[in-house]
């Protein structure tokens, strides 16, 4: 069980709460309607919603991996009924609110106080977990954060898109039951925008916001004209790809080659739509980096929680800020003697600062966003030509000859139940190309067709094999030419009964 820290923005003083009881005592007396009360808990909502997100990532709140379906967005009473109820709790138990953020048993607590003191009898348990879910988490978002496969949360101004690590659904906001959707949004918008001490609003209608283990991005509806649109992305301190479930992205034998490949030293750029597993898979690669082999890891937002994941190895963690960037912190990496300078997305001109740094033998590990492995160099070099004058010749042939591999993942969408608008997501790895200024080659190419997988491989460079050799090492790929091969049994039914659908 996590500790409560009393000196987080949770604590409320005594003043406070004694300023808040008179403030209820006012409303009530002038005969007002709740919605005052409701306006001065906002702040103090905002730090029960903050210390959810990381509640959540530890295991205090039960998890759900099952589908979502509409009955999870049901609502156990109506508006009126909540905000009477929340009124009645904020007098009466402001401390156990906010101790029921962190703390499963207070959350409990509150629980069997909303059952008693509000006199519920049927269906009276359900009806307690819903009121203290609307009081003290963040509403409809909460109940999709319950379960941890989730990965991003999006909101186009008329339905939401929920995608997890296999699967996407969309819910339409008679789904969620949100009489005010635009408000309801607005409400988790600004939370994070309180959080950052940043404004939302016509004036400044984009928000970039982050606390804790999600990253939001939202526009509002000035330009956005069918109403406000925010994305989350929800990062957790774990790995989403593992060696367990791996065969569902690539054989095992392409495993062993990133192993192996890791070990060696190589500079590998992994490219791919978003929300492809770029991250994910740059993750696992820097769990296969020997532990006293010291790696620098670079990001915009802490995403991929590299010190949590690795806690033994030799890793130097950097996030930006608006004064310094990637390419100053690449820059500033190499006084610090690392070995691999990972940065978890490349965007833009900090290209010419991690070219630099394989030149002089650093090793780099980075995403893109790509058509295909190799357009890679092609990216890498106009990145460069965002900010620098550049020679693209000399330049390309400097990414051909020090950036060793490129990795493209491809997303596959299947319809499990159109309906219910659920689909299953595949992200496999398609290609990986070995880069040379003397012509470069694919060593392993997986593709999807009408529900079967194909691979095809080829062969490391002599150059490189000596290069493993010297680590007493060895890997050769295994000769396959179009060769069928199977998933798992769970993706190879789910798959089966695709193709069936479609043939009927």
Known sequence: MRRRDDSLALKITDDSQEELQKETTAVKKAGTTVKKIVKKMEPVQDAVTNKLVDVQANGLLPKKEETLSKKDFKRAISDQQLMSIREDLVKHHTQLILDAAVDQSAREELLKIVRKEQRLSMHGKEVAEYVVQEIVGTGFIEKILLDDSVTDIGW???????????????????????????????????????????????SRPILDGVFNHLRLSAVDKSLSPNGTTTSLRVVRPRLALTEEHFV????????????????????????????????????????FIPKQTRQLVIEDVQETHIKELLP???????????????????????????????????????????????????????????????????????????????????VTEDVLTYFDFGVHIKTVRL??????????????????????????????????????????????????????????????????????????????????????RHEN
Not at 191 to 197: D, I, L
Not at 345 to 359: C, F, P, V, W
Request: include cysteine; aromatic fraction near 10%.
């Open 156 to 202: 186009n101004g008329t339905f939401l898109t929920v995608q997890g690590s296999a699967s996407y659904q969309v819910f339409s906001k008679e789904d969620l039951e949100l009489s005010d959707p635009e408000g309801s949004v607005l409400r988790i918008i600004n939370r994070f925008a309180n959080s950052e001490g940043k404004a939302f609003n016509p």
């Open 248 to 287: 569902d992205f690539a054989p095992k034998f392409v495993l062993d080659f990133f192993k192996i490949a890791m070990q060696t030293g190589v500079c590998m750029t992994i490219a791919g739509e978003t929300g492809s597993g770029k991250t994910e898979l740059l993750k696992l690669l820097l769990s």
């Open 312 to 394: 033994e190895h030799d890793v130097f963690a950097w996030v930006t800020s608006p004064e310094k960037s990637i390419e100053d912190l690449v820059k500033a990496s190499l006084r610090f003697y690392p070995k691999y300078i990972n940065v978890s997305e490349t965007r833009g001109a900090e290209a010419y600062e991690m070219i630099q740094a394989a030149l002089t033998d650093h090793k780099i590990v980075t995403t893109i966003h790509a058509t295909d492995a190799w357009s890679i160099p092609r990216r890498l070099v106009n990145m460069c030509n965002s900010k620098y004058s550049i020679n693209e010749e000399a």
């Open 415 to 500: 319809v499990v139940d159109e309906e219910k608008n659920i689909f299953k997501v595949i992200r496999y790895l398609s290609e990986i190309v070995e880069f040379s200024p003397n012509g470069s080659r694919s060593i392993f190419k997986q593709k999807f067709a009408h529900g079967q997988f194909y691979v095809t491989t080829g062969t490391l460079s002599e150059a490189f094999q000596e290069r493993i050799a010297e680590k007493f090492l060895s890997f050769d790929f295994p000769e396959m030419e179009e060769e069928e091969i199977q998933k798992s049994e769970e993706l190879s039914t789910i798959i089966k009964d695709v193709v069936k």
